[in-house]
C-alpha cells in the first residue's frame, strides 16, 4: 500500500470488566508494550491546526497521522496542495454523519498513517506548502529544515487485543489519562464504512458509553500540559470541546 494504511477507531472508556468482555467475545491478548511518543509541529503550529500528526513513536519510528486525501487525491506527491481546514471536530474524523448512518457523529475517526519518508516528507511539504530540499529524504533532514519543535511527549503502556480483523487498545498514559480504542484497518475508502460499522459495533459491545465522543490522549494532554495549543485547536475545528475527564 503506498500511501500508508487507514485506520478506522473509536474511543471508549475502558472498565474493570472490560478485559473480562473481551476474553468472553473470543478476543486474543496479542500483547503489551510500552513506548514514548514524541510529537511535531511548527512554531505557529500550522501541522497540527491543519490535522496533520508528525509523531517518533519509540520502537515504531516516523508516523504521520493525517486526513485521508480525497479520491484522486495525490497520495504522496511533493507538493501537494494543502489539503482544506478540517470540519468541526476533527478533520480526519467522521464527524460529519454520513447520510445513511444513523450512527451520531465524532464517535468513530479516519486517519490514513504513513510512515514511509517519501510520503511522510511530502505530504508535509504539501501541509506547508513548501518544495523539499536536498536530505529531506529521511523524516530528520526534513524536521530540522522545516525548524519542526516537539511539543508533546509522553509514554503509553498499552495492553492489545485481536478480535477478527480487529484491534483492542487499552491504554494508560504516564499523565494519569487512561482510554481504550477499537481500530480497523483498511487499505481502500472504498473500504472504511464497512470498518466503520465493524469497530462501533465492536464498542458498543464494550464500552458503557457507546454513543459518547471519549477524548483521545492528545486532547488531555494538550488541555493540561499545553493549554493554548488546545485552544487553538478547538477554535481551528481540529479538536471538538470533547467531555474531559477531571
Ligand atoms: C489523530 C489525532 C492525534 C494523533 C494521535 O492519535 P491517537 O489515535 O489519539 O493516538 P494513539 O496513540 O492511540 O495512536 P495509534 O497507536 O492508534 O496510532 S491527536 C488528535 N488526533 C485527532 C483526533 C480527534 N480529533 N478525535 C479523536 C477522538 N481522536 C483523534
Known sequence: MPSGSIEV??????????????????AALAGSSSFRDLYYDTPD???????????????????LKCP?????????????????????????????????????????TTYQELTSPRAVVGRLCGVLGVAPAPGWDQVP??????????????VTRRRSYRLGGLRVDLDQADFGYAVAEVEALVGAQEEV?????EVLQLRRALGPDGATRVPGKMSVYLRRHRPR??????QAGVLAGDPQPP
Not at 14 to 24: C, D, F, I, N, V
Not at 193 to 197: D, F, L, V
Open 68 to 108: 485521508p486525501l480525497p479520491r484522486g487525491g495525490a497520495s504522496h506527491g511533493l507538493g501537494a496542495a494543502c489539503p482544506e481546514p478540517p470540519a468541526e471536530g476533527a478533520g480526519g474524523s467522521s464527524h460529519v454523519p454520513d447520510a445513511a448512518s444513523q450512527e451520531p457523529p465524532a464517535v468513530a
Open 141 to 154: 533532514g526534513a524536521v530540522a529544515g522545516l525548524g519542526l519543535q516537539e511539543f508533546a511527549s509522553f
Open 229 to 234: 495549543h488546545y485552544q487553538l485547536l478547538l
Open 193 to 197: 464504512p464497512a470498518a466503520r460499522e
Open 9 to 26: 477507531e473509536s474511543k471508549f472508556t475502558a472498565g474493570p470488566g472490560t478485559e473480562a468482555r473481551l476474553a468472553a467475545l473470543g
Open 45 to 63: 503550529l500550522r501541522l497540527t491546526r491543519a490535522d496533520h500528526w508528525l509523531r517518533l513513536r519509540q520502537g515504531a519510528g516516523w508516523e
